[in-house]
Every structure is written in C-alpha cells, then in structure tokens.
C-alpha cells in the first residue's frame, strides 16, 4: 500500500478512552466553535480569522485526501474535544508535519491530546509508512512540549524570536520522532 492510498483511506482510530475518526463536514460548528478559542489561537500563533464558508469548504475537502490525515477527537460519551492532524507530506521522504488542537481550555491537561497523538503517530508509522514526523511548538507553551515528548517526540533544536506575540519575540522549539525512534506505551 502507497502513502497516499494509506491517507486516503484513513480508519477510525480508537483508544482507551478516545475515538478519531475522519474530521469532514459535519464538524463545522464544533470547528468553528474552536476557531473561536483565543487561549488556543494564540498557542498555535494562529492569527487569521476564518470565516464559516472558508472552513466548510476545507472540511468538504478532506474526506479521501491523499496527502493528509485530519481527524475528528471524540471522548467516551461521544462528545467533541478537538482534532489532531497528519500534513504537509512529502511523499519521498516519508515525512509529515503533526499538529493537535484541543476544543477549549477544559480539556487540556487531561491527557486527551498525548492519548490521540499516540495513536495518529503510531498509525503514521505502521500503516501509513511514514519514517519521520515533525512539528514546531512555541515557548511559551510548554504543556504541549511535555505532551509531545510523552508521545516519543524528541526536541531537535530551536528558531529564534519566529513569533511576534504583543510585545516579544518567541521561539519556536522543533521537535521529530522517527520510526526507529522508542514509542511510548
């Protein structure tokens, strides 16, 4: 199986106490309502504004993409917490960018964000193929940095002063896990 049939065929990926499942159309409210959380925009230096129609049409565009995975986080009692992503392939290296963004202040530091990272990354390597994974987090968001390494993330280095945020300069602290990198249980 190729990277890009893998992708395309994204299962539903269910853990301890989480389903993921593919993040598509009928996720436009619940999106919407976590593109409303300032605490996490500013955590990911998110600093555009979407609007409803721009995010229906990506969403409308994810069911059976070949080129990333995006899946919808959903807890024991079905409800939303966030989404967690596979991007930016670059099929010959077998590499993707990662990324997560939990619904709302509430459910971070709950283990919900490292639970569906295991699982999206373990899926990356096993099925998908992939032999490298990587992100940015920034510095003055350590909980994330925790969380990724307990996935097995290892930090690679740091750029300096990339964000702008009120009145100072943050750096961005690059993180990878290979497929011969440890995993964490």
Not at 25 to 37: F, I, S, T
Not at 80 to 109: F, Q, T
Not at 117 to 131: P, Q
Request: glycine fraction near 10%; proline fraction near 4%.
């Amino acid at each position: 199986m190729t990277i890009r049939h893998a992708l395309r065929s994204q299962p539903v990926l269910r853990t301890e106490r989480l389903t993921l499942s593919q993040l598509g159309p009928d996720h436009l409210d619940l999106v919407m309502a976590g593109l409303a959380d300032e605490d996490a925009m500013r955590l990911t230096g998110t600093r555009t504004t979407f609007t409803r129609e721009q995010v229906g049409a990506h969403l409308a565009a994810l069911p059976g993409a070949d080129d990333r995975a995006d899946f919808a986080i959903t807890g024991p009692d079905g409800a939303y917490l966030g989404e967690v992503v596979l991007n930016e392939l670059e099929e010959d290296d077998r590499s993707m960018n990662y990324r997560i963004a939990l619904a709302g202040p509430s459910l971070r530091g709950r283990g919900f964000g490292t639970e569906a990272g295991r699982a999206v990354v373990a899926w990356g390597f096993d099925v998908v193929g992939l032999h490298r994974v990587s992100l940015e987090v920034y510095a003055f968001n350590p909980a994330a940095q925790r969380s990724y390494e307990k996935i097995g993330f290892v930090v690679e280095g740091r750029a300096r002063e990339v964000l702008r945020h009120g009145d100072q300069w943050i750096d961005a602290v690059a993180m990878s896990m290979l497929d011969s990198d440890p995993r964490s249980a």
